[in-house]
């Protein structure tokens, strides 16, 4: 009878995919390295094919490797659609529901929410509009929109706007995989000064980042701004310089295919969270409330 996988190697495979390192990945588990090391071991010898690559650095994905991942992570949004369909209420809610992102969200959260709404609520027709934070702001007032989803973290909501936060992000810093700071025993924004910075203009986040740093009484080394998040992450890939992003937007390779790897710094540096906003003035409507129903299990998974 083939050995089984257990969701303990799934776990150990998806945090080793994720950081490139067996090591820090033992540490993030709060496992033995040894322990670790032997159970993706046995997953390779029951899958049949070599998952990882060794090499000096650590290890990285072979192609089957690459292809067993994304496999993977296809099982986990099945659960998680499992789990919404155990919790479906047997009447449909219908209607025209109105929601506001910005850049940000629509980039990294839109696409799943709205996968999720379409096989939830088929009878429900959502409209999505993306727009500046500012104008999301004005449009719920105005009742153009029923309900926004914005990073609340970077700056004050309008006094007469409502808010829940549904998800928080931790920030990290990003840097390529052989860097030095990797291997620190501890990282301060003083560390982070001394190197060339690449720094997202997107979303009022320069405005956090101007915040907590000033907090600390540092400023980063600014190398190059840009709006644009892949050029920050192919520049880190490159060694172009470091980042501090949260995890939200992260992933592990650049679009080029070079890998980006990710620590804590030592020092406690704001989540970015993401809310739920409505006008304060007004109670939400059936369908509004249903939709913040759902982002609450977002919330509950986060925690």
């Not at 004005?138 to 007469?160: E, K, M, P, R, Y």
């Not at 920030?171 to 924004?189: C, E, I, K, M, S």
């Not at 970015?272 to 409505?278: I, Q, S, T």
Request: hydrophobic share 45%.
């Amino acid at each position: 009878m083939p050995r089984q996988i257990t969701m303990r190697q799934i776990e150990y495979f998806l945090s080793v995919a994720d950081s490139g390192q067996i090591s820090r990945s033992a540490n993030l588990c709060s496992v033995s390295q040894s322990s670790m090391t032997i159970a993706l071991q046995n997953l390779e010898d029951t899958v049949g094919v070599a998952l990882l690559a060794r090499h000096a650095k650590g290890v990285r994905l072979t192609e089957a490797g690459v292809r067993f991942l994304r496999h993977v992570q296809q099982a986990r949004q099945s659960v998680d659609q499992a789990v919404l369909a155990a919790q479906e209420e047997p009447g449909q809610i219908a209607g025209v529901v109105r929601i506001g992102v910005t850049e940000t969200i629509s980039a990294y959260l839109l696409p799943s929410m709205m996968a999720t709404l379409t096989r939830r609520f088929r009878n429900l027709q959502v409209e999505v509009v993306e727009r500046e934070r500012e104008v999301i702001e004005q449009q719920l007032l105005d009742g153009g929109l029923d309900v926004a989803i914005l990073l609340v973290s970077n700056t004050a909501l309008h006094d007469d706007l409502k808010c829940e936060v549904i998800l928080r992000s931790p920030r990290r810093l990003w840097t390529p995989p052989d860097h030095p700071l990797l291997d620190a025993q501890r990282v301060t924004l003083e560390d982070v000064a001394r190197e060339n910075y690449l720094l997202l203009d997107m979303d009022e986040h320069v405005r956090t980042v101007a915040r907590y740093w000033g907090k600390f009484g540092v400023e980063p080394r600014v190398r190059m701004q840009s709006k644009s998040i892949e050029a920050v992450r192919s520049l880190v890939a490159f060694g172009e310089g470091v980042t501090i992003l949260s995890d939200l937007v992260y992933r592990p390779w650049s679009l080029e295919g070079n890998r980006i790897s990710k620590r804590d710094l030592s020092v406690a540096v704001p989540t970015m969270d993401v809310g739920a906003v409505w006008p304060r003035s007004a109670a939400p409507g059936r369908q509004v409330r249903t939709l913040l129903d759902l982002f609450r299990t977002w919330k509950r998974a986060d925690a």
